[in-house]
């Protein structure tokens, strides 16, 4: 009777402890802009470094699943880290500085076995709770409403692993990291070997991916188009000529064009 009487004790006491770690991320997540002192404090009180860099996860899952879920993401950031239920999906804040990571962390998908097991996780950060949540709470839950519609459910993403999809969630696009991810090894080729690789897939893209009308536009030999494509190929890696993947880089093309063109 004693040990069910402790036992019953402890369960009633981790459950006021969680509530009250669910309610403080709650007044985060409500405030709009920077928090109030006393909510500052009150996350401290919880073991929050509230001036340290921090990560916001939005998972999407069957509300059957939510509690389990609950338990699990609350031991990833031991007594710095807090869990709260939201619209319909489970918030976490965790101290660090790596979205992806945190989030693949979590994120599941389902089984034949099992249908229900999937886990969607949107991450945004770092950034500071001292400074307000609301823009990342903004941002993790486009980026969990964007891998859904993607038909990507049971995975994990941040704004900047979506893509193109990627661009429309963040406060603040990060467009040249965008341009960098996709063209990065041709543009660094370009630069380091004096070539006209760029140059070449605008042509190639611009004639309707022919290479043969490329090479016309740009006054080379057939063969100099079809060259530089296998090296082009070999920089982006398999797969870059695959519909989804051409979109991103056309769209990187122009992307980069219009900076360019900004920059002269």
Do not use: K
């Amino acid at each position: 009777m004693v040990t069910a009487l402790v036992l019953l004790s402890t369960q009633r006491a981790d459950e006021a402890d969680r509530l009250d770690r669910a309610d403080g991320l709650a007044e985060l997540l409500g405030a709009a802009g920077p928090p109030r002192p006393a909510t500052l404090a009150r996350l401290a009180a919880l073991g929050v470094s509230v001036h340290r860099p921090h990560l916001l996860l939005v998972c999407r899952s069957h509300p059957a699943r939510r509690r389990a879920l609950a338990r699990e993401a609350a031991t990833l950031g031991g007594r710095s880290g807090l869990v709260a239920e939201r619209e319909g999906a489970l918030v976490v804040l965790l101290p660090g500085d790596d979205p992806a990571a945190a989030g693949a962390r979590l994120a599941r998908p389902s089984s034949e076995q099992d249908s229900d097991a999937g886990v969607t996780v949107g991450a945004a950060g770092p950034f500071r709770p001292a400074d307000g949540a609301d823009a990342a709470l903004w941002e993790a839950r486009r980026a969990a409403e964007a891998l859904l519609a993607l038909d990507r459910a049971g995975e994990s993403a941040a704004a900047a692993g979506l893509g193109f999809a990627g661009l429309l969630l963040g406060d603040r696009p990060d467009v040249a990291g965008y341009v960098d991810g996709i063209l990065g090894p041709v543009a660094e080729h370009d630069e380091r070997r004096g070539s006209d690789l760029l140059h070449t897939l605008e042509a190639y893209y611009a004639t309707g991916a022919s290479p043969t009308r490329a090479a016309a536009r740009l006054h080379v030999h057939v063969n100099t188009v079809a060259q530089r494509l296998e090296r082009i190929g070999t920089l982006l890696g398999p797969g870059w000529q695959d519909p989804e993947r051409s979109l991103e880089v056309q769209l990187a093309l122009r992307l980069h064009r219009l900076d360019a063109s900004g920059r002269q």
